[in-house]
């Protein structure tokens, strides 16, 4: 190595140096961000119990700061946050996914068995019948906030209680009540006001004072007190609940607590247990699931190709005749083409439901026709594409004027000279090039009317429905389907509803595929 | 106008993914790396993160996790309610919190109430309070989101007896009534100035003003494409029609399903019989967004619709009457349901000392109803204060007339499967479908789907 070759390494690495402070600046300012992000949310992970999410929060916040502190690891800076965002946005999601597929995780099972338990029993407490109603106050000899509390009791015969997790005792000494006989002053105690008592909620829902025959005094609120009973208790041993009042016993069986006496009564309130394939089998094995399956799928398919294609020509179609630059108004007239794309989607999809109604509908009021738009299938279909063009050509329009005004008019004027018609220039100069540019926006338009639930629901909400079968109609695409079956007829059922996107992920990826390999061969051929 | 029901099934869809603990965390990291690092900038330009809105830019459906839903803010108390009660009960609220030395916040949920309170207290973020219509119970409970109210005996003794068994479910008391809502027969008495007692003599006045060309339709029942189960329920049960039978204590039996029996399909028959294809009385066409429109601009004289229909017609300026809804003559009563609006108490909720006691002994007290029902009128649930009331209100009659044969609008989840099946069908035959073929199929669905 020369001499001057090391001169200029040494000027271009103190060069580097100076250019590289507002950037160590930068950096330490965004790691301190993120530490600090970590900082507020920890925390929060400890109060909810979520010990996964702290470590893996700690864990991620770890590495950051290692990796960019120093200078090893120079390709993990350019990996790192890329890496992540992919486990975050792509990885977790598919693993909460699986996991939740594999669970009856929904309606009537989103407890822990312990949380299902304690809801049960809570709820099966009653009131002793004929028992008195107390005027309650609570009290403390010390801080409100934490000291121990005891029940100072107002009989509906106007003699005083205290009330403790021993039992109840009648207070003789000087008490001060109000008017209506509540307790407010006892030598020695703080009687809570309100807010103090309302602090002490997760107290008092743990403080049971005994009275008589299994019952116990509980609070209403904060200024009164009934004598209850648990119906309802819950043996650990033999992992049972017996209801007194029923004398039934029930044990847990699926995410339920179902009565033994064969019955098949069992307590609304469950929970989430691992159900392993059930789900995957409910997807392939229900006629009602799987038959239209193959239905909705062409019919989505075909909801997305026409949408495109109709869009697309109509504005295309537009984009050109608007091109010329003889045209007047050219700007005005675009603006008010543009108009359909200013207004929320959503309204429009609810006007153009109004307007296809049979007897009031103005689309019937002009053609003076009785036409049953969305009560018949092949209509429906009609009715969704119509709607659904007068929303999309706007885009297309505007994209295909940008394009078209790109497209150097030379390339035009020089295929006119070499003779070629209007038409000619157009097919073989024009359109190849705009094609190229909006090629890519035509494919993420199909993807995204592939999954466009809004139109389906607001315009049909899939309707109209065979007479025989209510979660699958004529103009259901996967999407609306999908969501039919999981949440619709029994509420949401997570565990189903994620079984059936996997399945669907599952047609998707294949298709997909099959699409890529023939790109690619296309591409060969291009080149 | 969309009345505030709450058995509409569309009303659970929806549910986004929950917030869970473990998501936080993972957006948490990201955040870390995304600020530690230069900007990725492969997000920005992918075709899933701006959709390219071929046909809407409608909003967007995936990230409706947890932004629906109101922050707690410092409130001591924190109250949900619909668009429509929030306001009312604000000025309550305030009542109660200077009575109590507390701040209470009514927040305002606008759609999805039931399945965005289910979700936000699921994961700790829910409110004390929910305001809701009994038939949530059953949901609520299952998912054990709700907590008994302890109200006494005498307490619940002062409601109307249908409200305090609307809010009893598997023998405890579930919340706290305040108004009770049923379906009456409106109609325009400058076109129809008797109240017809059948449904004969119904069509035959309806008919006869559209042939005057004073109407376009001889009666507006919402119906839709996918149908209304609430709205036709007194015409079903009048044909012969029953959702569940009633177990011995009087709660609804979801192993005794009527549709598909004998009496359903008699019934579904005259639905057929008033159908498009035979005398066009009930119709697609009409739905719940013009049915109480076609009433106020004159286009039919009567309307089956409830008070939430009453503010829009008074405002049209209609000369307007109540009655009940006739059934077919000959033939059972008309039953529709009573639905109950009432304060639930949240299961977790993080206050739950004030909410008992704004529920179990504030929402209680004649004075508050009554003060509810002066800011929004609907019939009180308290009979005291209902006594009260119409002595004075003709509409609180009318309704109190209207369900007096009403029945309990089911709380058992079961019910779910009910407003999607029975609906479509119901809607099926109103078009033209085969009546007999259509319920029993619907029937065969409802018992698969309950039976698991």
């Known amino acids: 190595m020369s001499t001057a070759e090391v001169t200029s390494e040494r000027g271009r690495a103190s060069w580097l140096k100076g250019r590289l402070v507002p950037g160590l600046i930068v950096k330490i300012v965004l790691l301190a961000i993120a530490v600090g992000l970590v900082t507020y949310a920890v925390p929060k992970l ?33 990996l790192a946050p890329g890496t992540l965002l992919l486990i975050a946005f792509q990885l977790y999601p598919v693993l909460y996914t699986i996991s939740t597929a594999v669970t009856n995780y929904g309606d009537g099972h989103l407890l822990s068995k312990s949380q299902a338990i304690s809801t049960i029993e809570a709820a099966s407490v009653t009131e002793v019948p004929g028992s008195a109603r107390y005027q309650l106050s609570v ?140 789900n995957f089998r409910e997807v392939f094995d229900n006629a009602d699931i799987r038959g239209p399956l193959v239905r909705i799928f062409f019919w989505t398919v075909a909801f997305a190709l026409l949408t495109v294609a109709t869009t697309f020509a109509l504005g295309l179609a537009l984009a050109i005749t608007l091109d010329h630059p003889q045209l007047r108004g050219r700007r005005l007239y675009r603006s008010l083409l543009l108009l359909p794309y200013a207004l929320p989607a959503f309204i429009s999809l609810l006007v153009w439901q109004s307007m296809y109604n049979k007897d009031f509908g103005l689309i019937n009021h002009l053609l003076h026709a009785k036409i049953d738009w969305l009560g018949n299938a092949w209509t429906a279909r009609l009715a969704i594409l119509l709607a659904n063009l007068w929303l999309g050509f706007p885009y297309m329009f505007l994209i295909c004027t940008g394009v078209l005004q790109s497209i150097p008019a030379e390339l035009r004027d020089a295929a006119r000279v070499d003779g070629a018609s209007a038409l ?104 | 106008m969309r009345p505030s029901v709450p058995f509409d099934p569309p009303r659970r869809f929806g549910r986004g993914g929950r917030l869970s603990a473990v998501t936080a965390v993972a957006v948490v990291a990201v955040l870390a790396g995304a600020c530690s690092s230069s900007k990725p900038a492969k997000h920005a330009s992918s075709p899933g993160s701006t959709p390219p809105a071929s046909s809407s830019s409608a909003p967007a459906s995936g990230s409706s996790s947890a932004s629906g839903i109101p922050a707690r803010g410092s409130a001591d108390l924190v109250i949900w309610a619909d668009g429509q009660r929030a306001p ?48 949530w119970i059953g949901n609520l409970v299952q998912n054990g989101t709700i907590a008994p109210v302890p109200l006494s005996a005498e307490q619940l003794k002062a409601f109307q007896p249908i409200a305090a068994k609307a809010v009893t479910y598997n023998g405890s008391v579930y919340g706290v009534p305040y108004a009770t809502e049923n379906l009456a027969l409106f109609r325009n008495t400058a076109v129809a100035p008797t109240a017809p007692t059948t449904f004969e003599q119904l069509v035959s006045q309806g008919q006869a003003a559209i042939r005057a060309k004073k109407a376009q339709a001889a009666l507006a029942v919402q119906t839709g494409q996918t149908g209304d189960v609430y709205h036709m329920e007194p015409f079903y049960t009048s044909g012969g029609g029953y959702l569940f039978g009633a177990k011995s204590n009087g709660d609804y039996n979801p192993s005794d399903i009527g549709v598909g029996k004998p009496g359903s399909i008699a019934a579904a028959k005259l639905l057929a019989k008033y159908g498009e294809k035979g005398s066009n009385v009930f119709r697609r066409s009409i739905d719940a967004d013009n049915s109480i429109s076609l009433f106020t601009s004159g286009k039919t004289p009567f309307l089956v619709s409830g008070p939430w229909a009453l503010d829009t017609v008074k405002k049209a300026h209609v000369k307007y009457a109540l009655s009940p809804v006739p059934g077919f003559a000959g033939q059972q009563p008309a039953r529709g349901f009573v639905s109950v609006q009432a304060f639930f108490v949240s299961a977790k909720a993080k206050n739950a000392a004030l909410a008992q006691e704004f529920a179990s002994n504030y929402a209680t007290q004649p004075s508050v109803e009554k003060a509810l029902f002066e800011l929004e009128p609907r019939p009180p649930a308290l009979t005291a204060v209902y006594d009260e009331v119409a002595k004075t209100d003709t509409d609180v009659q009318g309704f109190y007339a209207a369900g007096k044969n009403a029945q309990v609008l089911p709380q058992i989840p079961a019910m779910a499967s009910i407003w999607d099946a029975l609906g479509k069908a119901e809607a099926a035959i109103v078009g033209g479908a085969n009546p007999t073929t259509t319920i029993t199929a619907a029937g065969k669905q409802i018992k698969k789907s309950i039976g698991s």
């Not at chain 1, 470590?55 to 390709?75: F, H, M």
């Not at chain 1, 389907?481 to 669907?504: D, E, K, N, V």
């Not at chain 2, 109430?113 to 409110?127: H, L």
């Open chain 1, 424 to 527: 000619q220039a157009f097919r073989s100069v024009t359109l190849p090039l705009l094609m190229i540019s909006v090629m890519p926006l035509l494919i993420a338009s199909f993807a995204f009317n592939f999954n466009n639930y809004n139109a389906i629901k607001l315009l049909t909400n899939g309707g109209p429905f065979p007479s025989n079968n209510s979660t699958a109609g004529d103009t259901d695409i996967l999407i609306s389907y999908t969501f039919r079956i999981a949440f619709g007829a029994q509420g949401a059922q997570y565990g189903l509803a994620a079984t059936i996107s996997i399945a669907i992920f599952v047609l998707i990826a294949v298709i997909s595929y099959l699409g890529f390999r023939n790109t690619r061969r296309l591409e060969e051929i291009y080149r």
């Open chain 2, 88 to 135: 009312v009960l604000q000025k309550l609220a305030e009542t109660f919190g200077q009575e109590n030395g507390v701040k209470v916040d009514v927040q305002t949920i606008s759609t999805d109430q039931q399945s965005a309170y289910v979700t936000a207290t699921t994961a700790g973020k829910g409110p004390d309070i929910v305001v809701g219509a009994t038939d």
């Open chain 1, 46 to 78: 400890v109060d909810q119990h979520a010990w996964v999410g702290l470590g893996a929060t700690i864990a991620a916040t770890a590495v950051l700061v290692w990796i960019y502190t120093g200078r090893r690891n120079i390709p993990l800076k350019y």
């Open chain 1, 139 to 278: 009290a403390t000899k010390g801080n409100p906030d934490s000291a121990p509390f005891v029940y100072f009791l107002t009989a509906p015969d106007g003699k005083v209680y205290q009330g403790t997790t021993s039992g109840l005792a009648a207070v003789t000494g000087d008490v001060q009540k109000s008017p209506s006989g509540k307790v407010i002053g006892v030598p020695g105690w703080h009687i809570l006001n309100a807010l103090q008592v309302n602090h002490r909620s997760a107290d008092l829902a743990k403080f049971d004072v005994p009275a008589g025959a299994n019952g116990f005094v509980k609070n209403v609120g904060i200024s009164e007190a009934y004598v209850g009973r648990t119906a309802v208790t819950y043996d650990r041993a033999t992992d049972t609940l017996t209801d007194s009042r029923t004398r039934l016993t029930y044990h847990s069986k699926d995410g339920y607590f179902v009565a033994t006496d064969g019955s098949g009564r069992r307590f609304d309130t469950g929970w989430k247990v691992n159900v392993g394939l059930a």
